[in-house]
DNA sequence: TAAAAATATTAACAATGTTAATTATATTTG
DNA sequence: CAAATATAATTAACATTGTTAATATTTTTA
């Protein structure tokens, strides 16, 4: 019985794959039972035969995309120093990430995909999404006193609520309205709240060139 | 021809308030043409006599809500006294109202409702939603000198994207997974934000009784 | 190879937004 | 007031959606 499962775990397998490709492509407006099941080349009600209903589908997608975004920051962010220039580069690359595949953000944090009854897990690796990527560097900045122990989960809460924010507004509601304004908007947030966090500790002066790498990394990236 | 205006604007309205009263009462997903039509006392085409889609119909419903929730806001923070104290209370109490009005928020924030080609004005609203309530009172504290004007700006973006960003969470997500939690992380969140902002000045303990009418309006309040 | 079990597909349903065709109503004109 | 016209409202129809039930097909077992 082994074959068995390996062979439903590889059909499983096509239709995540599906379903990730078209989630980054073309985004959750594009999901559709019918669709997916096309590019997992069977037909629409297979589906229902490895998955409970295409909501079970979508969420399973989740885990491998925080893996890809966290390879994708990590890469991003390679040789910053580690501490709050480092945080506040690993946000902003957080940022580029869902800034490239607008689909993911939805699926982390706009869609509403059916009940979340047995999706505990999937839910709070979505709410620790932003922290495990800084995790380390946190952790850095406690040992170093650069910020006090109990301050530290309100800190990560606040910075957490504000880059998730700021890609609210900019993909859902067009807030700032051109790509180079939410950059702009982005970054000096994002300092700002540091600036605020780490008490001007450290603080790099607001000459906009300060950070090359992840400058760059924004400039690099278009989004349509 | 004066008549048929007025006419014209009459039904308008029968539709405008049968969408307002969904989404009040069911949300965005029990929104649908028929629905609306049904509530309005019309067939389902009738719609498309008045409103371009659907879509266009909903939008017009956010102005009156902003409205609604000022006087809501405006109500339930009465008599506490200007300055840091009053904001945290506006920011609270806004987050009362959205809790009652759960489809009030997914219409502000989480809706992707067609291309904002011509609605400028309605994103422009719905940005500037939290200000608009909280915007007596920063003035107040950078008059008396509470905050620097050059930081006011960092200090408003940095409230909303907190604010709603805590109630993406929860009314999204599910996080903090039930509501007492959520209250509670709200008051901490928003607290420690002001007391970042204002630096300490002005600070009260923090023992869980120092604003009891906010504490109250949250307790009167349970959504499902 | 034939019977049984597992798997995949087509047919069908109800609900959705939207448009075109049709009917009912109001308004204007003789 | 009656006939012609313009306006408004409704029904019919279509394409698309998620999902289930009824079939068809493939694979396994005896």
């Known amino acids: 019985m082994k074959n068995k499962e390996i062979q439903e775990l590889r059909i499983k397998d096509y239709f995540i ?24 080349g069977y037909s629409y009600a297979t589906l229902y035969n490895y998955f409970k209903d295409v909501n079970d589908l979508i969420f399973l997608c989740v885990s491998d995309f925080q893996a890809e975004c966290l390879t994708f920051v990590k890469k991003q962010t390679k040789g910053i120093p580690n501490g709050r220039e480092k945080i506040k580069a690993l946000a902003l690359s957080y940022i580029n990430y869902f800034l490239e595949y607008p689909g993911i953000f939805e699926l982390f944090y706009i869609s509403r995909v059916g009940d979340f009854n047995n999706k505990q897990s999937i839910i709070s ?40 924010g700021l890609l609210l507004f900019y993909l859902n509601r067009l807030t700032p309205p051109s790509y180079s304004e939410f950059i702009s908007h982005a970054n000096k947030q994002t300092d700002d709240l540091l600036g605020l966090i780490f008490g001007k500790q450290g603080a790099v002066e607001d000459n906009g060139s300060k950070n090359p790498q992840v400058q760059n990394s924004f400039i690099s990236i278009n989004i349509k």
Do not use: P
């Not at 690796?125 to 995790?135: A, G, H, P, Q, T």
């Open 125 to 164: 690796l979505i709410d620790k999404s932003l922290d495990s990527v800084c995790e380390s560097d946190w952790n850095y900045c406690v040992s170093h006193n650069q910020i006090e122990m109990e301050n530290l989960e309100f800190f990560k809460s606040q910075l957490k609520l504000s880059t998730v």
């Open 17 to 40: 794959q599906a379903t990730k490709d078209i989630l980054k492509s073309e985004g959750i407006k594009a999901i559709s039972v019918r669709n997916i099941s096309d590019k997992a």
